[in-house]
């Protein structure tokens, strides 16, 4: 490989099952392509508001097909999803504007933790129907990505502060600008140009793109190495 990586920047929400996918896989495909993947949270409540968009579970034949499709997205893509048990309430009414919030001071301040605790809220709220609205639910899933218990705590309540907030609406709208309606949302940087790209069935397209070989969404040298 090549010094010249191309810049890959995910805009997620960990509200979207379909954002951790495509995360994981991105995640997984650093180590076999020539990229630079940039973790950009964002608020997908505030998207989904300035693009007149709405939640699938909104609409009642596309929420029952996604209660189908999580499981059968969650065996091809080796990701441990499954439907909470009360979604429209844990999806719609509690929402992840905490979590979101939490995750931004990490990246803000503890960079290093922002893969390992994004990971672990989506297994917490996509995985074993956990709790991410509430202080200590986000200070466990901190602790459990090794984030020190002091530490968390401050991250906790700097998320509160004015700078956390406006930095969450900051990369909301640079998400709107690049032309996003919801997520996940790639944006991909070649010459100059930014290019979008929506939804964790398009990585192989991703891929075509950047002149890469897709390798399934659990690439062989992966496979290779467990």
Same mark, same amino acid.
């Given at each position: 490989?090549?010094?010249?990586?191309?810049?890959?920047?995910?805009?997620?929400?960990?509200?979207?099952?379909?954002?951790?996918?495509?995360?994981?896989?991105?995640?997984?495909?650093?180590?076999?392509?020539?990229?630079?993947?940039?973790?950009?949270?964002?608020?997908?409540?505030?998207?989904?508001?300035?693009?007149?968009?709405?939640?699938?579970?909104?609409?009642?034949?596309?929420?029952?097909?996604?209660?189908?499709?999580?499981?059968?997205?969650?065996?091809?893509?080796?990701?441990?999803?499954?439907?909470?048990?009360?979604?429209?309430? +844990?999806?719609? $009414?509690?929402?992840?504007?905490? @979590?979101?919030?939490?995750?931004?001071?990490? *990246?803000?301040? #503890?960079? =290093?933790?922002?893969?390992?605790?994004?990971?672990?809220?989506?297994?917490?709220?996509?995985?074993?129907?956990?709790?991410? +609205?509430?202080? $200590?639910?986000?200070?466990?899933? @901190?602790?459990?990505?090794?984030?020190?218990? *002091?530490?968390? #705590?401050? =991250?906790?309540?700097?998320?509160?502060?004015?700078?956390?907030?406006?930095?969450?609406?900051?990369?909301?709208?640079?998400?709107?600008?690049?032309?996003?309606?919801?997520?996940?949302?790639?944006?991909?940087?070649?010459?100059?140009?930014?290019?979008?790209?929506?939804?964790?069935?398009?990585?192989?397209?991703?891929?075509?793109?950047?002149?890469?070989?897709?390798?399934?969404?659990?690439?062989?040298?992966?496979?290779?190495?467990?």
């Amino acid at each position: 490989m090549g010094s010249s990586k191309k810049l890959v920047e995910l805009f997620y929400d960990v509200l979207s099952p379909y954002s951790w996918l495509g995360f994981e896989v991105l995640c997984r495909y650093q180590k076999c392509w020539n990229i630079e993947l940039r973790l950009r949270p964002a608020f997908l409540g505030a998207i989904m508001k300035e693009t007149g968009n709405q939640p699938p579970a909104m609409v009642p034949n596309r929420g029952m097909y996604m209660m189908k499709d999580i499981p059968r997205m969650a065996n091809y893509y080796q990701v441990p999803l499954q439907n909470p048990k009360d979604f429209f309430g +844990t999806i719609i $009414e509690k929402g992840s504007l905490s @979590a979101m919030r939490f995750i931004t001071a990490v *990246d803000m301040t #503890q960079p =290093l933790f922002l893969e390992p605790i994004s990971r672990e809220l989506w297994m917490r709220i996509w995985s074993r129907d956990e709790d991410i +609205t509430q202080p $200590e639910s986000i200070l466990a899933a @901190a602790g459990t990505a090794g984030l020190p218990a *002091d530490l968390a #705590q401050q =991250l906790l309540e700097r998320s509160s502060f004015p700078e956390v907030k406006e930095r969450l609406k900051e990369v909301t709208a640079e998400a709107i600008r690049y032309g996003a309606f919801g997520m996940p949302s790639y944006v991909v940087h070649v010459n100059g140009e930014p290019h979008l790209f929506f939804g964790s069935d398009r990585l192989e397209l991703l891929g075509n793109f950047l002149g890469e070989k897709w390798l399934g969404p659990v690439p062989t040298p992966l496979n290779a190495r467990m």
